[in-house]
């Protein structure tokens, strides 16, 4: 595709349940981010991955959260055990190098019940 | 650290009046700064880069080391400005990333 996707768009997953969101970037792209935006707040940031590497997992609120990279290519947030304050919209984005413009996917709202 | 502060959470201005969000950096060295723009329903994309010193829909932004500063303005605001502004800072570093500010949403009042 041309752009970033992301998949689901949705998911209301019930508390404690494990989920798992997928990001596919754009084809040559390098850096993959992914971001958290919670209701009315901005972008708080997640995870960085140069390649298959992540060089800063900082940002990660816990030891539920985990990402991965392969080939690459496609990445995958898991969110073990969630919690009602994990509801919020995940995005992710890729750039060519890690300073160029970032391009983001629509996003995947995730609602805990 | 490296870090960005948008101060303001919500910008309200009257349609025909000069906008200008603010955005100031912490960051030791040459930073690249960019603002990024979310309308509503939409995905979040760059707006603008201070290296290619455009004028992208009516805004701009200048770069000032002297405040560490990078303020996005528009002389006269049109109700589809109304938008989520995001200021973000490529940071150089042991895990170089681009490090967002906590966004500032604008409204254009008629």
């Known amino acids: 595709g041309a752009g970033v996707s992301q998949s689901p768009s949705n998911k209301v997953t019930e508390k404690g349940k494990d989920v798992e969101l997928r990001c596919d970037p754009i084809?040559?792209?390098?850096?993959l981010y992914w971001y958290r935006q919670s209701l009315g707040q901005g972008l708080e940031f997640l995870i960085y991955?140069?390649?298959?590497?992540?060089?800063?997992k900082s940002g990660l609120p816990s030891d539920r959260f985990s990402a991965e990279r392969t080939g690459g290519s496609v990445s995958t947030l898991t969110i073990q055990r969630t919690q009602q304050e994990d509801s919020a919209v995940y995005l992710c984005?890729?750039?060519?190098?890690?300073?160029?413009?970032?391009?983001f996917g629509q996003g995947t709202r995730l609602t805990v019940v | 650290a490296q870090r960005v502060t948008q101060p303001e959470k919500l910008l309200s201005v009257f349609k025909g009046a000069p906008v200008e969000l603010k955005c100031n950096y912490s960051?030791?060295?040459?930073?690249?700064l960019f603002w990024y723009v979310q309308y509503s329903r939409q995905r979040l994309q760059l707006l603008l880069r201070?290296?290619s010193r455009e004028s992208i829909k009516g805004f701009t932004a200048d770069l000032n080391k002297g405040e560490t500063s990078f303020h996005l303005k528009k002389p006269f605001a049109q109700e589809e400005d109304s938008a989520m502004y995001y200021c973000?800072?490529?940071?150089?570093?042991?895990?170089?990333?681009?490090?967002f500010g906590s966004g500032t949403r604008l409204s254009i009042r008629p």
């Open positions: 991955f140069q390649g298959n590497s992540a060089p800063d």
């Open positions: 084809s040559g792209h390098t850096a």
């Open positions: 984005a890729s750039s060519f190098e890690w300073n160029t413009e970032a391009f």
């Open positions: 201070h290296i």
């Open positions: 960051y030791s060295g040459s930073p690249e």
């Open positions: 973000a800072l490529a940071s150089y570093s042991s895990a170089s990333k681009i490090i």
